[in-house]
């Protein structure tokens, strides 16, 4: 996600609900959901899931890669959100 989309990292952290409710998709030419205004976005084919402990770790065959210039990452660390360091 980039760095403005704090409220949608927000959104889809909490627990039950609809995560996606409100919140703006595209598609790949594949059809695969894309969201919008995204840092980046992969296309992808899920390969193989794997257990993670209280996470799952997904392995993906990626078919395209598109991203954003001049935008930033969003980056949570330690409990809260931060920037990135400028070069």
Known sequence: MADHQETVSNQC???????????EFGASPNGTP???????????TPQAEYDG???SIAASLVHALDTAPGSRPLLFHLGRYTRAAEH
């Open 34 to 44: 894309l969201l919008c205004d995204a840092l980046a976005c992969l296309d992808c």
């Open 13 to 23: 952290a909490v627990s039950g609900g609809d995560k996606f409710a409100g919140i």
């Open 53 to 55: 402990g209280d996470h």
